[in-house]
């Protein structure tokens, strides 16, 4: 099981997932599907495949499992990717959640909202 740095700053108020405080790794809120690069004997064999259907926290639960049965667990410092880096569907090419952020990221640097989200569109076309 390999865990990877995910950049999140455009979709939370944290800068990347997993954070590198005390305590585990993997708990809520802290890890992300996206982050992780696993085997499918890990998860197919020694765990039955994708368990907790219908369940809200499914996705943290199956994790858990993951990382409790792997033979081996790399956390990487490395960023591997990007979380809600994409396009959306609006002419301003960002989603309303990615539009608040930007806000409030420049409202605490003191430059004008509608620069910073012009340079974002420009580097996101």
Not at 86 to 103: E, K, V
Request: hydrophobic residues 35%; glycine residues 6%.
């Amino acid at each position: 099981m390999i865990i990877g740095r995910i950049d999140t700053q455009l979709a939370f108020d944290k800068p990347y997932i997993p954070e590198d405080d005390e305590g585990s790794v993997v708990r809520p809120c802290n890890i992300d599907p996206l982050c992780l690069c696993l085997s499918r004997e890990l998860v197919v064999d020694r765990c039955s495949g994708w368990g907790y259907p219908g369940k809200y926290e499914a996705d943290y639960l199956n994790i858990l499992d993951w990382h409790r049965r792997a033979r081996s667990v790399v956390v990487m410092d490395d960023y591997v990717g990007i979380y809600d880096a994409g396009r959306s569907l609006d002419r301003a090419a960002l989603s309303r959640r990615q539009m608040n952020l930007l806000d409030r990221l420049s409202a605490e640097r003191g430059q004008p909202v509608q620069q910073v989200r012009n340079n974002v569109v420009a580097f996101n076309s």
